[in-house]
């Protein structure tokens, strides 16, 4: 088995590959852009994050990792690092609306409920091990593209702000030259607004009040969410003793930059639950809305966006962060590809192409989340008949695969059932011993996995030879599960796309079609190197 090392073609400064500061620019280092400058780094990609904030905040708005995250996680080698803070949890749910999971369906058939701080922690350690460099206490404040990069523009706002190794500040007003600036900078990116790019959707039509806090009386029957005649509310654990405490009021719009108290959290609960629960010593508390708008485009030539940055919505599920980390692990081996000069920049359209649909699914759902919480007699029969028909397998599998992210699939030119769907982690066996398909992963490269032994395979790779890993093994288990589709065979052979999303497949027990093997490599690696 031909692999090499995750950390082969690592460069361990940030400088660009053509006399540039930087190959990329990332804005924001939150969970998507800490995941994108290490998918970055990974592929040997110099990498400057520069980040508004003097530290990591102590607002943990997200909380949870869904299956399908969890299995990027995995593909990396670092998803013990987030079950070890973590805590599993038995069930998951559709605007409170129970969904049941299935253990065959991924290694991860469960959502993790890991607060957002600790999220970012994990990440930003992986990045410094990496040799991430990330610049704090800078904003952006200007670009300007031309034919071969972009100039960023930053202002810092703190000289004195910083925090660990790979981390630094500066007291003076900087511009950095890269080849790509990628704006993962949340909800109001100052990236999209500089170039441009439209963010069209809906208002806010309700406020919802959030904080973390001790809750000694919660009623040993509470559910994910109840639903009153002043709104909803719901209690989630995370710790012993502690719980994110939710509030929604419908017939209340504030304005996201107001600033909210302990007090106005726990009269919020009171309206709508008629208790506070004995709620007591809140770490923090913040709140947000049901707004919901996507960037038009979430490339604008050496611009692109990621993560709240290209969309916002209803925080229904839990979709929002895990969108954006697998938005990073869809761009970065693109992004690095076209940067090393192995794949022509059209590469970077199928970034837009492949997930503005996902985000515009999430808008969707959650809108729908949204409208069944609502009070009013006519929700209360919308639920009822909502309920009935979530006994039914297909209705719960179909719900759970789209939270978890566990159905995408990507256009494929091929008709095998697993192309463009992400590939199972199925068990191995190869000349170096047990292995599992997501364990191939861990470098961030293609990976050409031949289950055969036909000598096609490999030989149709040939031009291709030091971008993909080729690996020669056999599957243990002869049929694979597949979510959305159930049980199929094992595949004779599979490209594997560094995201792991598989980009073509042969049918087991047939000749393999190394034409169509030929297309994908060029199509997804860039062309054949000249012999």
């Known amino acids: 088995m031909q692999r090499r090392d995750r950390r082969s073609g690592q460069r361990g400064n940030d400088v660009g590959h053509t006399g540039t500061d930087t190959d990329v620019v990332i804005a924001g280092a939150g969970p998507t852009g800490l995941m994108l400058a290490c998918e970055l780094r990974l592929a040997g990609v110099g990498v400057t994050v ?15 990792i869904h299956s399908r995250t969890l299995e990027v996680l995995d593909q990396r080698g670092i998803v013990d690092r987030f079950l070890a803070e973590g805590q599993p949890q038995p069930v998951g749910h559709f605007s409170g609306l129970y969904l049941d999971f299935d253990e065959s369906e991924s290694r991860h058939p469960y959502p993790l409920m890991i607060l957002q701080s600790a999220i970012e922690r994990l990440l930003e350690e992986w990045a410094a091990e990496l040799g991430v460099h990330v610049r704090r206490s800078a904003a952006v404040s200007g670009i300007r593209q031309d034919e071969t990069g972009v100039t960023v ?18 007291a003076e007003p900087v511009t950095l030259r890269a080849r790509y600036l990628v704006g993962c900078d949340g909800g109001r990116s100052t990236v999209r607004k500089l170039a441009g790019i439209d963010f069209p959707g809906t208002e806010a039509t309700m406020t919802a009040l959030i904080g973390d806090v001790e809750l000694p009386d919660l009623p040993e029957d509470y559910v994910w969410v ?49 208790t506070d629960f004995g709620m007591h010593s809140p770490r923090w508390v913040s709140r947000f809305n049901d707004a919901a708008r996507q960037a038009a485009q979430y490339r604008k030539g050496r611009v692109l966006l990621a993560g709240d940055a290209a969309h916002i919505h209803f925080p229904a ?20 590809s076209v940067v090393r000069g ?8 199928s970034y837009h192409t492949e997930r503005h649909p996902v985000g515009e699914r999430v808008l969707h759902n959650t809108r729908a989340q949204s409208a ?27 719900l759970r695969h789209m939270l978890t992210a566990l159905d995408i699939r990507y256009a494929a030119d091929g008709d095998h059932p697993l192309e463009g769907r992400r590939v199972p982690d199925a068990d191995l066996k190869s000349s170096d011993g047990a292995t599992r398909v997501h364990e191939l992963l861990h470098a961030a490269r293609p990976v050409l996995l031949d289950l055969s032994g036909s000598a096609a395979v490999a030989a149709a790779a040939g031009g291709w030879a030091g971008r993909v890993d080729l690996v020669e093994a056999r599957s243990e288990d002869e049929y694979w599960t597949v979510p959305a589709i159930g049980d199929i065979p094992a595949p004779a052979a599979l490209l594997i796309r560094p995201d792991g999303h598989v980009a073509w497949a042969a049918e087991y027990g047939s000749t393999p079609d190394t034409s169509a093997l030929r297309t994908a490599l060029a199509t997804w690696c860039g062309p054949a190197a000249q012999r």
């Open 226 to 274: 109840r639903r009153t005649a002043g709104g909803d509310y719901s209690a989630i654990a995370f710790e012993p003793g502690w719980f994110r405490v939710i509030t929604s009021e419908f017939d209340r719009v504030a304005d996201r930059d107001e600033p909210v108290t302990f007090d106005q959290l726990r009269e919020s609960l009171v309206r709508v639950a008629g």
């Open 342 to 349: 192995q794949a022509p920049e059209s590469l970077l359209d």
């Open 50 to 64: 520069v980040e508004r904030l003097a530290e990591r905040s102590g607002e943990s708005r997200a909380g949870g």
């Open 317 to 336: 599920g839990g979709q929002g962060l895990n969108m954006g980390v697998q938005d990073a692990v869809n761009l970065g081996w693109k992004l690095a």
């Open 372 to 398: 069944l919480v609502r009070p009013g007699p006519q929700t209360d029969a919308l639920r009822e008949v909502f309920s009935s028909l979530m006994v039914y397998d297909d209705v719960n599998h179909h």
């Open 153 to 170: 523009e930053l202002s810092t706002t703190d000289a004195d702000a910083g925090t660990d190794a790979g981390t630094d500040t500066d």
